[in-house]
């Protein structure tokens, strides 16, 4: 039987001696102890190990072929192709049918040809590449979150689902988002109206006093204009009486001519720091009640913030660029458009907000929102036919008109920043000292001494002579 198994073994490793073989590594050479276990063999999967024994065998067993395949190139030669990452036994017997050695196969993922991808897809990266049972073990540090994840995604072609992350990442991970939030308002309103009343003793007396057109054109406005003298205080601005005689004939002609302008700026900075792929919450403002009436018909309080609202989640994506995922608002109380119900006055709220994605690098800026607004209200009334009089039928016209214009733009700049030291920070509270007693109430002064070291220092001997600051003109 033995011989047997000798002569079909030569014959096989003859055939396979014409036939090249996939991936062969060199060859191995265990020390073979009776009856006891050799050290483990690591073989890549879907490579080939050859392994040379000390002692001839006669019958080879593999406990799991489903992780590495073996065959006989000769008595002392064995041919190991691992097939799936695991552990499985060799099993060599001996002539006699004694048992010579189990040996552990250890498959692992093949992480030569690993390395050479991820050199060639990151190259400079120091990452460090193990094997650790049937998976792959990453560590090192990185430059960048994105190439973390690159690498990720390369190991787990090799090994999926099978790898550990001990990679950490370099370089400056904080942000310092910039948002600058700008809003004009321009409001522009004209009007012109007129009124004519006619009164007097003609016609038997029986004229009675005869209105014409106009919002002015009220009983008291057209005797007022009738009587020749001015409107009272407050009456209108931008009205004037004209008033005469003609025999038992009185004329009054009252005209108004209105324009308004209106420019309203509004501006906004917000700074705020985080951590990259960390939330950051920023609000400036307050809190307003709300009263909400619950299902029991109790009323309860919620509070509503308004002010300016920023949160951010910034991710350092590789090097210096940014990816930055954010929602900023700004908000106000506006009572004119409020309500009252059940004796409580609720007043709503103005509210310009914006939530994006964007992706820019240090320093760089973008416009993330704008907005134009422009409503325009034209307005004419008249007397029927009367105003359709040529020159004349002016006096028997009113005409409105009105336009808003409001424009708002929301800029955004990140900035890769790192920690300084406390004395190189100041703040606005640090150039200003108390005064003493004789500042005070001899010198009129209600600061003192500016501070003349450190960073307050060095802030204190700025020359803010001028305009400076925000400044409207």
Same mark, same amino acid.
């Given at each position: 039987?033995?011989? +047997?198994?000798?002569?079909?073994?030569?014959?096989?490793?003859?055939?396979?001696?014409?036939?090249?073989?996939?991936?062969?590594?060199?060859?191995?050479?265990?020390?073979?102890?009776?009856?006891?276990?050799?050290?483990?063999?690591?073989? !890549?999967?879907?490579?080939?190990?050859?392994?040379?024994?000390?002692?001839?065998?006669?019958?080879?067993?593999?406990?799991?072929?489903?992780?590495?395949?073996?065959?006989?190139?000769?008595?002392?030669?064995?041919?190991?192709?691992? +097939?799936? !990452?695991?552990?499985?036994? $060799?099993?060599?017997?001996?002539?006699?049918?004694?048992?010579?050695?189990?040996?552990?196969?250890?498959?692992?993922?093949?992480?030569?040809?690993? +390395?050479?991808?991820?050199?060639?897809?990151?190259?400079?990266?120091?990452?460090?590449?193990?094997?650790?049972?049937?998976?792959?073990?990453?560590?090192?540090?990185?430059?960048?979150?994105?190439?973390?994840?690159?690498? $990720?995604?390369?190991?787990?072609?090799? @090994?999926p689902d099978r790898v550990s992350n001990l990679m950490s990442v370099g370089g400056t991970q904080q942000v310092m988002l910039r948002v600058r939030f700008a809003e004009m308002q321009r409001s522009v309103s004209k009007s012109l109206s007129s009124s004519l009343g006619v009164s007097g003793s003609a016609l038997g007396g029986n004229l009675?006093?005869? *209105?014409?057109? *106009?919002?002015?054109?009220?009983?008291?406005?057209?005797?007022? @204009?009738?009587?020749?003298?001015?409107?009272?205080? *407050?009456?209108?601005?931008?009205?004037?009486?004209?008033?005469?005689?003609?025999?038992?004939?009185?004329?009054?002609?009252?005209?108004?001519?209105?324009?308004?302008?209106?420019?309203?700026?509004?501006?906004?900075?917000?700074?705020?720091?985080?951590?990259?792929?960390?939330?950051? +919450?920023? $609000?400036?403002?307050?809190?307003? !009640?709300?009263?909400?009436?619950?299902?029991?018909?109790?009323?309860?309080?919620?509070?509503?913030?308004?002010?300016?609202?920023?949160?951010?989640? !910034?991710?350092?994506?590789?090097?210096?660029?940014?990816?930055l995922e954010l929602e900023a608002s700004v908000s106000s109380i506006d009572p004119s458009n409020g309500f009252s119900v059940n004796g409580f006055t609720i007043d709503a709220f103005r509210k310009r907000e914006t939530s994006t994605t964007v992706e820019m690098r240090d320093g760089e800026s973008f416009a993330i929102a704008g907005l134009?607004?422009?409503?325009?209200?034209?307005?004419?009334?008249?007397?029927?036919?009367?105003?359709?009089?040529? %020159?004349?039928? @002016?006096?028997?016209?009113? @005409?409105?008109?009105?336009?808003?214009?409001?424009?708002?733009?929301?800029?955004?700049?990140?900035?890769?920043?790192?920690?300084?030291?406390?004395?190189?920070?100041?703040?606005?509270?640090?150039? %200003?000292?108390?005064?003493?007693?004789?500042?005070?109430?001899?010198?009129?002064?209600?600061?003192?001494?500016?501070?003349?070291?450190?960073?307050?220092?060095?802030?204190?001997?700025?020359?803010?002579? *001028?305009?400076?600051?925000?400044?409207?003109?």
């Amino acid at each position: 039987m033995a011989r +047997k198994g000798l002569i079909a073994t030569a014959a096989f490793g003859l055939a396979l001696a014409f036939v090249t073989l996939p991936a062969v590594g060199h060859s191995e050479t265990l020390q073979v102890m009776r009856g006891s276990p050799s050290s483990a063999l690591q073989v !890549p999967m879907n490579r080939a190990v050859v392994v040379e024994s000390d002692t001839p065998f006669t019958e080879l067993s593999i406990a799991n072929p489903g992780i590495a395949d073996i065959s006989s190139l000769s008595d002392r030669t064995i041919y190991v192709l691992g +097939k799936l !990452p695991g552990r499985t036994t $060799l099993t060599l017997l001996g002539a006699d049918g004694r048992l010579i050695t189990n040996v552990e196969v250890q498959v692992t993922p093949d992480i030569a040809e690993f +390395k050479e991808r991820l050199e060639q897809i990151l190259p400079g990266e120091p990452i460090e590449v193990r094997t650790a049972n049937d998976g792959i073990v990453l560590s090192g540090t990185v430059s960048s979150a994105a190439r973390l994840d690159r690498a $990720l995604e390369l190991a787990q072609r090799y @090994a999926p689902d099978r790898v550990s992350n001990l990679m950490s990442v370099g370089g400056t991970q904080q942000v310092m988002l910039r948002v600058r939030f700008a809003e004009m308002q321009r409001s522009v309103s004209k009007s012109l109206s007129s009124s004519l009343g006619v009164s007097g003793s003609a016609l038997g007396g029986n004229l009675g006093i005869l *209105g014409g057109n *106009g919002t002015l054109n009220t009983a008291s406005a057209v005797t007022t @204009a009738l009587g020749g003298t001015n409107l009272g205080s *407050g009456t209108s601005s931008g009205a004037y009486l004209f008033g005469f005689n003609a025999g038992g004939l009185e004329v009054g002609l009252l005209l108004e001519a209105l324009e308004e302008r209106g420019v309203v700026r509004t501006l906004a900075e917000p700074n705020l720091t985080a951590l990259s792929g960390q939330e950051a +919450k920023f $609000l400036a403002g307050g809190e307003y !009640p709300v009263p909400v009436s619950q299902d029991s018909g109790s009323v309860t309080v919620e509070y509503k913030p308004f002010g300016v609202e920023l949160n951010f989640i !910034p991710r350092v994506v590789d090097g210096d660029l940014i990816n930055l995922e954010l929602e900023a608002s700004v908000s106000s109380i506006d009572p004119s458009n409020g309500f009252s119900v059940n004796g409580f006055t609720i007043d709503a709220f103005r509210k310009r907000e914006t939530s994006t994605t964007v992706e820019m690098r240090d320093g760089e800026s973008f416009a993330i929102a704008g907005l134009l607004a422009d409503d325009f209200t034209d307005l004419n009334n008249q007397i029927p036919w009367l105003g359709d009089v040529p %020159v004349l039928g @002016a006096l028997f016209r009113s @005409a409105e008109y009105a336009r808003q214009q409001t424009e708002l733009v929301i800029i955004v700049t990140p900035h890769l920043v790192t920690p300084t030291r406390g004395e190189a920070l100041a703040l606005p509270t640090d150039r %200003v000292t108390l005064p003493t007693e004789r500042d005070l109430f001899l010198m009129g002064r209600v600061t003192g001494d500016a501070p003349t070291t450190g960073a307050a220092g060095e802030v204190a001997r700025q020359d803010f002579s *001028g305009s400076y600051g925000y400044v409207l003109e």
